[in-house]
């Protein structure tokens, strides 16, 4: 089983990215965004749950990313507008076989499956 991230670059700031994660082996019940800046904490960007479309965002990417699934593809996507300087990060997807309900999607400790992070990198 693995998570493959992908999709990460330099943009300047105002542009766009998107991000996918795709999963080998399985389907997970969960899917999670976090990112990690230099000497900061990982932390939730979006969750998305497989069969149903809740998609709870931390409130600094809430309105400029949006996280959506492909069930033919198997691929989790983040598409990331209005890029700040401030989301520059590594971000990494996560996933679990369990339903979690939405209060939980934000806890890093939820999630068993990480995959190895992509850079996204915003210059001003």
């Known amino acids: 089983v693995q998570l493959q991230a992908s999709g990460g670059g330099l943009v300047q700031a105002g542009g766009s990215l998107r991000l996918s994660c795709v999963a080998s082996?399985?389907?997970?019940?969960?899917y999670g965004w976090f990112r990690q800046a230099p000497g900061q904490e990982r932390e939730f960007v979006a969750g998305?749950?497989?069969?149903?479309?809740?998609?709870p965002y931390a409130p600094s990417v809430k309105g400029r990313f949006t996280i959506s699934r492909d069930k033919a593809k198997n691929t989790v996507y983040l598409q990331m507008n209005s890029l700040k300087p401030e989301d520059t990060a590594v971000y990494y997807c996560?996933?679990?076989?369990?339903?979690?309900?939405?209060?939980?999607?934000?806890?890093?400790?939820?999630?068993?499956?990480w995959g190895q992070g992509t850079l996204v990198t915003v210059s001003s």
């Open positions: 996560a996933a679990t076989g369990r339903t979690l309900i939405f209060g939980t999607m934000s806890r890093k400790d939820e999630y068993d499956y």
């Open positions: 082996g399985r389907t997970f019940s969960t």
């Open positions: 998305i749950r497989w069969m149903e479309n809740s998609t």
